[in-house]
């Protein structure tokens, strides 16, 4: 992965903490507020609407997919820290203002809180995703 080893720390112990009691304790919050800035709320509405799905094909390729605020759907790769979002775009590729966007962040959250949605999709209709991602791009 590619996020600092605080970040990935913080996830971790979110993880945990979520495993014990089903729940964040305030000050592993408070350390998503300080590291992930503004997204870290949003992320967890997005959470908390169950609106990241894991999309998985036979061959254990994975992506996921997130249900945006605005009702657009994200595709979002953990593996390779990316989004399809303007935000990812703009605010980390360009300006490198952000670690990532709300999408990837709820992604990961949904990871560490066992609340993402799934979807088994053939391979087919996998390419299909992908390809209908690149299309809205170009």
Do not use: W
């Not at 408070?30 to 036979?58: E, H, M, N, W, Y």
């Not at 992506?63 to 595709?75: C, E, R």
Request: with cysteine; net charge negative; proline share 4%.
């Amino acid at each position: 992965s590619t996020l600092p080893a605080v970040a990935e720390e913080l996830l971790r112990e979110i993880k945990k903490a979520f495993q014990e009691t089903s729940q964040v304790p305030d000050d592993l919050l408070l350390g998503l507020k300080f590291i992930f800035g503004p997204c870290a709320i949003p992320a967890l509405d997005l959470v908390d609407q169950r609106s990241v799905t894991r999309v998985r094909a036979p061959s254990g390729r994975t992506l996921y997919q997130v249900l945006g605020s605005s009702g657009k759907l994200y595709t979002c790769y953990s593996s390779c820290h990316f989004c399809t979002c303007p935000a990812f775009g703009f605010s980390v590729l360009q300006k490198s203002e952000s670690l990532l966007c709300k999408h990837i962040l709820a992604v990961y959250l949904s990871q560490a809180m066992g609340a993402c949605q799934e979807l088994a999709v053939s391979e087919d209709q996998l390419t299909n995703i992908l390809l209908a991602e690149e299309e809205d791009e170009g």
